[in-house]
T-cell receptor, first 116, second 116 residues
């Protein structure tokens, strides 16, 4: 029930295209859904996050769409650029019993390649 | 300011040896997490420290794994009698408590462990 399923495993898009990565979860206790971006040799970095009380959040070219009833959420990258080429991880969390800090459950990652 | 730092960046060891991996969190962050990232996989939660509270060890894969956090700051992850399946990138993250219950986890660059 802790699993977060992510697809596709890899994605190739042309410059200027839209990249879409999907995630699904089972645990209804999850109440925070961040996306992380990871470049080779670096640790993951927070890209954008959403809470289940909204259906969409947009920051620049990055948009999260959230469907609470389907327990699914997705990342859309508009006008994809070669510099967006990285591995993207969705994640989900719920409050850990000891306080407000959160354990993240990650998807398996999507390797995005944006062709010039 | 300085981010999360980890050392060493790479570690090659022989099967059966013990290894210690170090994490320096962002100054003032009370929460510290260890994750393991195996090749082509997502991040697997290992252990979490919150201030001076007892750590959440629920993600440790075996009793060969242990971690400590001295003085609420630096943390050391120790793997005893290493096995080849321990080969992975070990990532550390830290976060600070905030109102609203959401904490951005800031990741270090990781330690790549190779067990021969």
């Amino acid at each position: 029930q802790q699993q977060v399923k992510q697809s596709p495993q890899s994605l190739i898009v042309q410059k200027g295209g839209i990249s879409i990565i999907n995630c699904a979860y089972e645990n209804t206790a999850f109440d925070y859904f961040p996306w992380y971006q990871q470049f080779p040799g670096k640790g993951p970095a927070l890209l954008i996050a959403i809470r289940p009380d909204v259906s969409e959040k947009k920051e620049g070219r990055f948009t999260i769409s959230f469907n609470k009833s389907a327990k699914q959420f997705s990342l859309h990258i508009m006008d994809s650029q070669p510099g967006d080429s990285a591995t993207y991880f969705c994640a989900a969390s719920s409050s850990i019993s000891s306080g407000s800090a959160r354990q993240l459950t990650f998807g398996s990652g999507t390797q995005l390649t944006v062709l010039p | 300011g300085a981010g999360v730092s980890q050392s060493p960046s790479n570690k090659v060891t022989e099967k059966g040896k013990d290894v210690e991996l170090r994490c320096d969190p962002i100054s003032g962050h009370t929460a510290l997490y260890w994750y393991r990232q195996s090749l082509g996989q997502g991040l697997e939660f290992l252990i979490y420290f919150q201030g001076n509270s007892a750590p959440d060890k629920s993600g440790l894969p075996s009793d060969r794994f242990s971690a400590e956090r001295t003085g609420g700051s630096v943390s050391t992850l120790t793997i005893q009698r290493t096995q080849q399946e321990d080969s992975a990138v070990y990532l550390c993250a830290s976060s600070s408590k905030r109102g609203g219950g959401t904490d951005t986890q800031y990741f270090g660059p990781g330690t790549r462990l190779t067990v021969l």
